[in-house]
């Protein structure tokens, strides 16, 4: 069995307690329109192309059998129409201007890597992070894998959507120790025309997880516009409020760092010109959130 993998994150202090590393799945069935991690949402291999990193030696055009490397008005450009992702350019690119996101992984592959930083996972009650893309588009191969962890007593996290139906969830969720997961947006009509999807099935699972007596942090990132609205904020913060295994809710302020992902993979994105919030809005969040009740951070 193999599963996709974007990218493995060692030394990640971000996705969950203490010194981790992070596998990110690639493939999403969610496509939320501020995606920061565009490179995760296809469940098929990519090529990615940071134009800064050129130097011009012409090694792509000539390796590439799609020819789908041109220049126009003097910049080198990809014709994904023509490209077929099959990495041929990425491996003679020396300066790694050209990069292939999407490798076919082995759970031993991943567990070498993984085993590396036992040590520090033990001493800061770190572990290992599923995350993505979606983990449950790859949900046998998340089960296994995560079943390695466990063999070897190192602690697993998973982040998902729970856009699935919880049958389906249920045996990996109950193989972590952690689980983090998004609720963007309280309103039908809003979540539908933001991410592609219903939120009414993420909603009725995230107490449906609070059922399996598991660890659960629940995140809303702060997407200028869309999701940073008081009425959606406040009425997340007060559904969460009778969760009796809820770590906390973490309101995650708006990350411009997917860019230049977007620019690699001749994408458009939707929010290039948005930024993070300022202080004096986060001050008025923490504010309207105090007034809940519940364990917060706004990150």
């Not at 201007?97 to 993984?114: F, S």
């Not at 004096?280 to 105090?290: G, K, P, S, Y």
Request: charged share 25%; net charge neutral.
């Amino acid at each position: 069995m193999k599963g996709l993998i974007s990218n493995i994150q060692r030394f990640s202090l971000t996705d969950g307690d203490g010194i981790r590393t992070t596998v990110f799945f690639k493939g999403c069935n969610m496509k939320c329109n501020w995606c920061h991690n565009p490179e995760t949402l296809s469940g098929a291999p990519e090529l990615m192309f940071y134009e800064s990193k050129c130097i011009g030696c012409g090694k792509c055009f000539a390796t590439c059998p799609a020819q789908a490397h041109r220049v126009v008005d003097g910049k080198h450009v990809i014709d994904r129409e023509k490209c077929t992702a099959c990495g041929k350019c990425a491996a003679v690119c020396y300066a790694e201007a050209l990069v292939m996101c999407g490798k076919e992984m082995t759970v031993d592959e991943i567990m070498r890597e993984v085993r590396q930083d036992k040590a520090y996972y033990d001493g800061s009650k770190g572990g290992v992070t599923l995350s993505g893309g979606e983990v449950l588009c790859q949900r046998d191969f998340a089960m296994a894998l995560a079943d390695a962890c466990r063999a070897e007593d190192i602690r697993v996290a998973l982040e998902t959507n729970l856009c699935f139906a919880f049958d389906y969830i249920k045996p990996l969720a109950e193989k972590a120790d952690l689980i983090m997961c998004d609720l963007k947006l309280m309103d039908e009509a809003a979540h539908k025309a933001n991410t592609g999807v219903s939120g009414a099935n993420i909603i009725k699972n995230i107490k449906l997880l609070d059922s399996l007596g598991i660890p659960v942090i629940v995140r809303t990132p702060l997407i200028p516009g869309v999701t940073d609205g008081e009425d959606n904020l406040l009425s997340i913060a007060k559904y969460l409020g009778d969760m009796k295994n809820l770590v906390r809710y973490e309101v995650l302020n708006f990350n411009p760092l997917g860019e230049g992902k977007y620019k690699s993979l001749s994408a458009n994105n939707p929010y290039e010109s948005a930024r993070p919030l300022g202080e004096t809005r986060l001050a008025e969040i923490r504010a309207l959130l105090d007034g809940v009740g519940i364990s917060y951070k706004i990150v």
